[in-house]
């Protein structure tokens, strides 16, 4: 049993829909219920009745609710408590697949820093962030999901996105002559699916929906093998080397740009969180989103430095 989990009996209970509190938790209604039904399995009681339409709380779940919720706001003071305590505590770092090459040296003098290992997608990190299992996290995140989740966003790196083709020819293509991959699996693809979508809707290019994880790695490889258009990499096959039959084309008209961004909680009190954030974000710069001709999602939060 975990907090984590905890934390997720009490949305389902409050919404009394795994949908909306799938929504208000930025996780998917899949993974939503795994959780629960390990919880259930872990207390030895049913907590929900669940059928197609409706969901209600079992006798037991409802004697629960207010324990749980106690145990939750004791769990929130001591973490408040402990984090007061500990100034020296490491300030704890999540990413996705990319970190600033120098971060050790941003912070040093500043903070102890420890990079988690647990790479899991950018909502899940946010979302960890905002439930205190980290301090800080590398993403990328909307505007109105930091805002739920109570998170401040400062600009840390931009990827410039590329299509992959079969051939020699390395021209660049136009953002309405190209293919993006969404894929079935929205607990690990949930940001890039959100991002592919609104750019395919915005540009004109086209869906192509799978469902065998093939965003990244040979299988990306393979599906554009037999795809007639270039298809967009993702920014977790950025630094991933073509086999020698694919080749790299700039997408034009418009530029299509990736934010990443570094998250940390709007409540922080520990001096050394704040510290570290400001330390690993001074003079980034816009990174070129200034430039005419760029892409961003309309509610990426640094879309306005780019018109």
């Known amino acids: 049993m975990e907090l984590r989990q905890l934390r997720y009996f009490l949305a389902v209970a409050d919404e009394l829909h795994f949908g909306r509190a799938a929504a208000r938790l930025l996780i998917a209604g899949p993974s939503l219920s795994q959780q629960i039904k390990a919880l259930e399995r872990d207390l030895g009681v049913a907590l929900f009745a669940r059928d197609r339409r409706t969901v209600a709380l079992t006798a037991a779940g409802a004697a629960l609710v207010p324990e749980v919720r106690a145990l939750l706001e004791r769990a929130d003071e001591l973490q408040r408590h402990a984090r007061q305590l500990s100034g020296s505590r490491p300030v704890r770092i999540g990413y996705v697949n990319w970190l600033p090459s120098d971060l050790s040296a941003r912070t040093a003098g500043i903070a102890q820093l420890y990079v988690d290992a647990w790479v899991v997608p950018s909502h899940q990190q946010a979302a960890r962030v905002a439930d205190g299992s980290l301090d800080l996290a590398v993403c990328w995140i909307r505007r109105a999901d930091a805002a739920q989740l109570g998170l401040t ?13 079969v051939g020699t020819d390395t021209s660049p293509v136009r953002a309405a002559d190209i293919a993006v991959l969404v894929d ?9 699916n959100d991002y592919a979508e609104e750019f395919a809707a915005d540009t004109g290019a086209r869906v192509r929906r799978i469902h065998n994880g093939a965003i990244t790695g040979p299988a990306f490889f393979d599906h554009v093998r037999v795809c007639t258009t270039p298809v967009l990499n993702s920014p977790k096959g950025q630094t991933t080397p073509l086999p020698p039959d694919l080749v790299q084309r700039p997408v034009v008209d418009p530029e299509v740009l990736w934010t990443w961004s570094l998250v940390w909680r709007k409540d922080e009190s520990r001096a050394d969180v704040i510290a570290a954030a400001e330390a690993i974000t001074r003079d980034v710069g816009d990174l070129g989103l200034h430039r005419d001709g760029v892409w961003l999602p309309a509610d990426d ?3 306005a430095l780019g018109g």
């Open 301 to 303: 939060p640094h879309r």
């Open 153 to 165: 966003t400062r600009l840390l790196g931009v990827d410039r996105l590329y299509a992959v083709a």
């Open 184 to 192: 079935d699996d929205i607990t690990s693809w949930q940001s890039w």
